[in-house]
């Protein structure tokens, strides 16, 4: 069958499929291990009361392996602030799903240390002695961060919801993991504001100013400071440099 293309992202592609699914279609040389991972996160999702695509079966098409979900309808919540410039109505919704979630316990998932942990080892072997001090720093800070039990989302952004009717629907469960609330709020805050963008991007300004109001609101919504998770933002900021 001919496949139309609905959606691209850095490392898969997103295809319509028969009987409302669609195929994530991972890049060529993406490593079936993280397909995997996220297969299984997705089915142990499945049985959870928030809401998500279902998750049907690996697939490969082309040399290239995927995931059938279950399709979602709408917008993307990003394309939705955007449009509407409601800032404080998205973070509320943000914030919302997100509690849902999190109020949920993850048996069976990755800890969120393990997955810091190894992306700041990935980190240091990359970098020269300032990068390796830097990274040695953050490992021995996150063996002072708590442990949790709580679902964590891992990779909660605007983008990877969407909005129909005003219910919201998270997608994307590469990244999903156990630990405190904290932690996923954290990881949350550094993808809404602190993710780089181009210098020379049109707009930028108008963006960044609108990315801290989101993260004000949000952070408002979740009740919790930046100053309880500045622990976490530092551990997980250095630590995307090794993902």
């Not at 059938?68 to 404080?88: A, F, P, Q």
């Not at 919790?224 to 622990?231: A, H, M």
Request: charged residues 30%; glycine residues 6%.
């Amino acid at each position: 069958m001919e496949l139309k293309l609905i959606g691209q992202g850095n490392t898969a592609d997103v295809y319509d499929w028969e009987d409302s699914k669609v195929l994530k279609l991972f890049h060529k040389g993406y490593p079936i291990d993280s397909v995997k991972r996220e297969y299984e996160n997705a089915k142990r999702l499945n049985q959870m009361s928030f809401r998500k695509p279902k998750v049907f079966e690996i697939m490969s098409v082309s040399e290239q392996n995927g995931i059938l979900y279950e399709k979602v309808n709408g917008i993307s919540l990003l394309d939705y602030l955007m449009r509407t410039g409601d800032i404080e109505g998205c973070a509320k919704k943000i914030a919302k799903l997100q509690d849902e979630i999190n109020e949920n316990k993850a048996y069976g998932f990755m800890d969120y240390k393990e997955f810091l942990h190894n992306n700041l080892q990935r980190f240091i072997l990359s970098g020269n002695t300032e990068a390796k001090n830097k990274g040695e720093e953050m490992l021995h800070l996150l063996t002072t961060l708590k442990d949790g039990e709580n679902l964590c989302h891992g990779d909660y952004h605007p983008g990877n919801m969407f909005i129909e009717e005003d219910e919201v629907t998270v997608i994307d469960f590469m990244n999903c993991c156990k630990g405190p609330r904290e932690y996923d709020i954290a990881r949350s805050l550094y993808l809404i504001q602190y993710t780089p963008m181009p210098e020379n991007m049109p707009g930028v300004e108008k963006l960044i100013k609108m990315r801290e109001q989101l993260a004000d609101y949000y952070l408002s919504s979740m009740k919790v400071s930046r100053e309880e998770l500045k622990d976490y933002l530092a551990v997980i900021t250095v630590s995307r440099s090794g993902e």
